[in-house]
C-alpha cells in the first residue's frame, strides 16, 4: 500500500493535533499501522501501533494517555489524536504499515508515508 500522511502543524504546548494517514490499496485491512517520528538529530522512534482490526493497540510509553491510535477500514486512513502536546513531541511525524504487526513495532514496515510536520511551542 501507498501511504499520505497529513494533519501536522504548529500548536501551543498543551495544544491538540490530529494526524492521519491515507492509505491506497486493497489490503489494507490487512495491515497493522503504525506511527513513529523523528527529532531533529535523534532517531526515529515508535509512537504508537494499532492491528488490522483496530482491536489492539499499543503506545510508547512517552505518549501513553495523551495519544490514541485508531482507524477506519472503510476509509482506507489511520489516525493519531495528539492531547496535551509538549515542546518534546515536536518531531516529523510517520506514518507505516505491514502485513506483519512484528515489523512495524520493529519499525521495518514495508510501507512508509512521507511524514507530517508536528512543532509544539513552548
Known amino acids: 500500500v501507498q501511504l499520505q500522511a497529513s494533519g501536522g502543524g504548529l500548536v501551543q504546548t498543551g495544544g491538540s493535533l490530529r494526524l492521519s494517514c491515507a492509505a491506497s490499496?486493497?489490503?489494507?485491512?490487512?495491515?497493522?499501522m503504525g506511527w513513529f517520528r523523528q527529532a531533529p538529530g535523534k532517531e526515529r522512534e515508535f509512537v504508537a501501533a494499532i492491528s488490522w482490526s483496530g482491536g489492539r493497540t499499543s503506545y510508547a510509553d512517552s505518549v501513553k494517555g495523551r495519544f490514541a491510535i485508531f482507524r477506519d477500514n472503510a476509509k482506507n486512513t489511520i489516525y493519531l489524536q495528539m492531547n496535551s502536546l509538549k515542546p518534546e513531541d515536536t518531531a516529523v511525524y510517520y506514518c507505516?504499515?505491514?502485513?506483519?504487526?512484528?515489523?512495524?513495532?520493529?519499525?521495518?514496515?514495508?510501507?512508509w508515508g512521507q511524514g507530517t510536520q508536528v512543532t509544539v511551542s513552548s
Open positions: 490499496g486493497r489490503t489494507f485491512s490487512e495491515y497493522t
Open positions: 507505516a504499515g505491514d502485513p506483519r504487526s512484528s515489523m512495524v513495532v520493529a519499525g521495518t514496515s514495508s510501507s
